[in-house]
């Protein structure tokens, strides 16, 4: 495929000399300072493998983009809960030169879908319908979204970039033991659901960390992309895989819907946050709308004199978080199918009005609408990462199946998990999906739509130059979870890995309920704002942001999310 973007050489020399290395590794290498900030690039991701795959990429000479497609093919092996190639993602890229672009690789809805789909005779949505199974998934846009960032801005043979994953599957990887208690927690579900087995599935007994996990099928699967690009995945053996399995076992896509398949260049959101400038994702993602209402929101207010979560802090960010995600479930959806109303949403005397009626006396309540439901927190998965190359390149991208091993269902002789993205769609006006968001006909199934996601890959400039590369999965969470990390920095001058592991909060609408996790607001802050009305829950983790920022000395600080198994590896 295509070569563009930057040399090789001056990389292969530098990395001739020095070493890059993980995290925590001992300092003095080229290109690491005493602070342990690197300046020759960073990748950042969900595993270390991963990152490892990523750093030696670079260090190959490749740039950013081969880097990420390195990464996703890599977490599609050793993080199967959320890397994929049977889900889809988003891409924020800035080249060195700060051009910007975004790719929307998005799962699609297949052509035999309907509007009414997961709901009963009676207009219910039936349980389970629009998440287990292959009725769940939506037509996978990851291998696609690969091929296509690769032909645009990749310098690395294709091939190159896919052997390391390969290698990951045959001969296998140890497992953590987060990824042995999932694996053993859905045993059932992915028994019931693979009649014909899986490598998930242990031969004897539950898995324990240090397990070596060896996918054969996927492995396959991975030569065939490998040698055939796009067409080893939507045509050929696997897609006869795919579509036998969705016969077996009521799914509807057809060897058509993957064929149709296709990734989608798109004009990044821009905005501007005091002196930074923000490009992040534009629809199918409400993420970018989303952050930049956020930050407009609350730029009027003296945070940083207020402090880090002091409750005047929260209140301010958390109306604007009611506020936003009342606009998310009415306005947004697919801009393929529907209008969004992108400048009115961004207007600033819009945002403004919106937040006219702030009382700081009392919470402001949340309409009547349906409550959604936040506690299935656990079964949540999708995963960030966030790469620079030595050049300056750097690539935001968040990736998913949704739910934590999506589908739960592997297609049998492909080896690869099936997304259950089309519970993302709003199945029936008004009902919550299973991050308890709600959202009506902008959202609504339609064959061929995007589903709208919250996924919020991001980069910021400051002064024309590269700032910061961020973003996380999180579900709902995702983008507060990246507005809380930006402000975290920008505001109150934390450090990146201090900004990620940093307590989060989080309110979206509906529910009427500010969560917090365990420790994010101290005694006082949480007394001044449940006396104004303010309920507030103490949930599990809120978000998984891995992200990276350049110093004013020119080197790149990252935050890999202690929540997590995440590790950067770096040069
Ligand atoms: O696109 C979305 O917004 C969701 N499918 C993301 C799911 C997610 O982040 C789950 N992760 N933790």
Redesign the pocket.
Known sequence: MRKRIKPSFIGLLVWLVGAGHLTGCVSGQLGKNNSGEYRNGVVVSAKKEASVVGLDILKKGGNAIDAAVAVQFALAVVYPG?GNIGGGGFMVYRSADGRSNTLDF?EQAAAGSSRDMYLDAAGNPVVDKSLYGSLAAGVPGSVAGMVAAHEKYGHLKWEVLLNPAIRLAEDGFKISAAQAHELNELKARFVSLNPRGTALLKAKGDWVEGDVLVQEQLANTLRQIRDKGAAGFYEGAVADSLVAEMQRSGGIITKADLKNYKAVWRTPILGNYKAYKIITMPPP?S?GIALLQLLKSVEPFPLKRWGFNRDSTVQVMVEAERRVYADRAEYMGDPDFVKIPEKSLLAGAYIKSRMHSLDWNKATPSSALRAGDLTAAEH???THFSIVDRYGNAVSL?T?L???YGAAMVVSGAGFLLNN?M??FSVKPGAPNM?GLVGGEANSIAPGKR?????TPTIIEKEGKLFMIVGT????T?ITSVFQTILNVLEFNQKMQTAVAAKKFHHQWLPDVVYVEDGALDSTTAVQLKKKGYVIEVRGPIG?VDAILKTKWGYYQYGADPRGDDAAAAW
């Open positions: 959320a998005r993602s993420g949540e998965e999708t968040t998913t949704n739910g934590s993205e519970d993302d991050y589903m709208l996601s919250s996924m999965p999180g579900g709902s995702i998984r």
